[in-house]
């Protein structure tokens, strides 16, 4: 008897030490997961929205400037875009352009306001 019950409190034993086991890995991995998620979006480009205001304040400056006809096709043609993607960052707000663009874009307006044109 006593041999019997030695090997089922071995089996029982190595269970437990496999449980153990894998029950530290998932809360490892749970626990990565959770610093991951409490980054949010570091380092991720940023949409449109409410968490950009002075992108935001950009177009709401730049949209009255582009009344006159052919002033969105100059205006993509200065900051090297194709209209569309103009469109997708003014319009739609699904996009926004990268920095040197967005700078270019400022420059624009700034000229714009102050009655000068910027020469394609």
Known sequence: MPSKLSLTSDLIL?????AEAVARAIALKRKKARLLASRGRVGRTLRPGVNTPLW???VKQTLPLLGKRGSKARLARFLGLPRQRLHDCLKAKHATPD???TLLLLCWVSARQQ???LIV
């Open 14 to 18: 190595g269970l437990f030490d496999a």
């Open 56 to 58: 935001n304040e950009l």
């Open 99 to 101: 920095a040197e663009r």
């Open 115 to 117: 009655g000068r044109d």
